[in-house]
């Protein structure tokens, strides 16, 4: 079946504007994960959801990030009035009572 | 705290010989550990499980709870096992949490 998918591919934007990142998750996955990965860094945890509501919020590193699910589905990473030390790779995961599978990831530079 | 630690960031072997990428982990309470695996220019996979106790493409973990240690073991190397390697650790029970990864180690596999 089809796997995790997120989009777009790649984002190029200027510092102190706002970017959507989305995730489509594998069917019938209650649990949706984000994480991003900078330069030379491991992955690091932003955000948890369980079906809409998110249990584990601890990872967003500042206020200018939030994100939001809509039901079992789909969800949105925003990025506001962005940085340069946003830019990262974005990766979106999904799971069901079993491992977490992971999308392709969203390549954020922000000049 | 939870943590986890993969002390090489290259680890560089000729084809045939046996590997062991090392891991270790911090955490309080039975651990649930895994590997994934990225090759190039494709997305992070699942390798394997501890709780699983496979074999994947000829590698094994071992969960070792006195030395803290999950190491990723390969007795003959291949060149298409080059790629990075992740050790993660599940923060969380029942299956659902968040993730806590190394740095990764890049495998490196010589003709």
């Known amino acids: 079946g089809a796997g995790v998918s997120q989009s777009p591919s790649n984002k190029v934007t200027e510092k102190g504007k706002d970017v959507e990142l989305r995730c489509d998750p594998i069917?019938?996955?209650?649990?949706l994960y984000w994480y991003r990965q900078r330069l030379g860094q491991g992955l690091e945890f932003l955000i948890y959801f369980q079906g809409n509501s998110a249990p584990d919020k601890s990872g967003l590193p500042s206020d200018r990030f939030s994100a939001e699910r809509t039901g079992e589905s789909v969800s949105t990473l925003t990025i506001q009035r962005t940085q340069q030390e946003d830019s990262a790779v974005y990766l979106c995961a999904s799971s069901h009572l079993g491992p977490q599978f992971f999308g392709p990831g969203t390549r954020l530079t922000v000049l | 705290a939870q943590r986890v630690t993969q002390p090489e960031k290259l680890l560089s072997v000729f084809k045939g010989a046996p590997v062991e990428l090392k891991c270790n982990y911090s955490y309080s309470g039975s651990p649930e550990l895994f590997w994934y695996v990225q090759y190039s220019r494709q997305r992070l996979q699942l390798l394997l499980r501890?709780?699983s106790r496979e074999s994947i493409k000829g590698f094994t973990a071992d969960l070792n709870k006195g030395e803290t240690s999950f190491h990723l073991k390969k007795p003959f190397a291949q060149e298409e096992d080059s790629a990075m390697y992740y050790c993660a650790l599940l923060s969380g029970s029942s299956n659902t949490g968040k993730l806590i990864f190394g740095q990764g180690t890049t495998l490196q596999v010589k003709p």
């Open positions: 069917s019938g996955h209650t649990a």
């Open positions: 501890h709780i």
